[in-house]
């Protein structure tokens, strides 16, 4: 991973190594970033940046699967159960002061189950794109919300979130087409959303269909980075990360559904989050689109100091639009008096 401003640091227990990078002051209130698939800690250095410039000390690991963290062979390892408690792990390593945890995309998972499990690391909670289900992040629970009036059930029956079942269905072709040819896998996935694509069916709709996530061909389409979304150095570290890693741990967070749901149910309180909590919509994502659909209003009831936010971006939002990602945050901390510790 690229470290550079940042420092880099390891958390090794007997059980998972996590590798990380942090920025700020090492006295400072902590700020911990859990990024989401495919991505590494390294995605968060615009936010990373901005805020240890105020005093934060601002983590980022890379989670279970990826970058320099453990890298498991069991699929079972990769519930969000174990991946929350390599949260623990790092968070008492960083001196277990109550947090700031903030998460994108699966990120979101193990964000979420602090703040309902571990309820006293946390001074807050920030999530981008996926809300919170205190019933468990299961491919069941999202499905259940989709808009059935642009995916009629007929042809879409799992609507947007058909590409969870395609990696439940069939995981080892997913990766072997995502590895096939690593540079074109991470250019063709962190391209610039444009704003026609709302209120259209999501291009993952039809991958079990369509042969996968690249259709019959097994492997990504050769183009250029998309330089608006990555520098040359951050899509090189992404490129060199994955060649050494592979797909097959980042997947394997689709496919623990059952042991998530019991998880789910063995939060306090019903799952119920009573802590401070900012929820930042993309309205161009139409995977996790929860401007058109059901996607966040279980997480409306679950949440009882909710903040909800909207950036004009797609779903990789903190590189499309890192500076509007920074502003919700910065804002949200000041109007919850979570600027100070």
Not at 96 to 107: K, L, T
Not at 140 to 149: G, K, L, P, W
Not at 276 to 302: K, Y
């Amino acid at each position: 991973m690229t470290t550079d401003p940042f420092r880099a640091g390891i958390v090794e227990t007997a059980r998972h190594r996590t590798a990380f990078i942090e920025a700020g002051p090492v006295d400072g209130p902590l700020m911990i970033f859990a990024h989401g698939w495919p991505e590494l800690g390294i995605i968060w250095e615009h936010q990373l940046a901005h805020f240890a410039a105020l005093g934060w000390r601002c983590v980022a690991p890379d989670m279970r699967g990826y970058g320099g963290s453990s890298v498991p062979t069991r699929t079972c390892d990769y519930s969000v159960r174990a991946i929350t408690r390599d949260m623990v792990e790092l968070h008492n390593a960083l001196g277990g002061a109550p947090a700031i945890w903030v998460g994108h995309d699966w990120g979101c998972a193990p964000v979420w189950s602090i703040a309902a499990h571990h309820p006293d690391r946390c001074r807050g909670v920030v999530a981008l794109c996926v809300p919170y289900f205190a019933r468990g992040n299961t491919a069941e629970n999202m499905i259940a919300t989709v808009d059935r009036r642009l995916y009629p059930i007929d042809r879409y029956p799992a609507g947007q979130f058909d590409y969870w079942l395609y990696h439940r269905e069939h995981a080892g072709p997913a990766a072997d087409a995502l590895e096939a040819d690593v540079r074109a896998t991470i250019a063709a996935s962190f391209r610039r959303t444009a704003p026609d694509v709302v209120g259209k069916p999501s291009k993952f709709s039809e991958l079990r269909s369509r042969g996968g996530f690249f259709g019959p061909g097994r492997r990504a389409p050769q183009m250029a980075r998309d330089e608006t979304m990555m520098s040359e150095a951050l899509f090189a570290a992404f490129v060199t990360a994955f060649n050494r890693t592979g797909f097959r741990g980042a997947n394997a967070w689709y496919l623990n559904d059952a042991d998530n749901a019991v998880y789910a149910r063995e939060a306090p309180g019903f799952g119920r989050i009573d802590l401070p909590a900012l929820f930042i919509h993309a309205d161009r994502d139409t995977v996790c689109d929860t401007m058109h659909s059901g996607l966040a209003e279980p997480m409306r009831g679950d949440c009882t100091a909710l903040t909800e936010s909207v950036v004009e971006a797609g779903h990789m939002l903190m590189l499309e639009d890192p500076e509007g990602v920074t502003r919700a945050v910065a804002g949200w901390l000041d109007e919850a008096s979570l600027s100070t510790p």
